[in-house]
């Protein structure tokens, strides 16, 4: 996505419970340790989700982190 800097590779919990693997931006080299401290301490890291509408006409679903 142009414009956007600083993602990860993550497994998203939703509040139903499932669970899928995604694209998270907002992870960088400045908060990358401080976030990855916080999973390893088992605290939540919230997100939300950024539905993009593609050129090809259907739609994907990215996530960036709350505090970014």
Do not use: Q, W
């Not at 419970?17 to 401290?37: L, Q, R, W």
């Not at 950024?50 to 970014?68: Q, S, Y």
């Amino acid at each position: 996505m142009a414009g956007k800097k600083g993602y990860c590779l993550g497994e998203i919990r939703n509040k139903g419970g499932s669970e899928i693997h995604g694209v998270c931006f907002g992870v960088n080299k400045k908060n990358k340790d401080e976030v990855m401290a916080r999973i390893a301490r088992g605290e939540k890291v919230g997100c939300h989700a950024m539905i993009v509408n593609r050129p090809e006409g259907f739609k994907t679903v990215f996530f960036e982190l709350d505090e970014a």
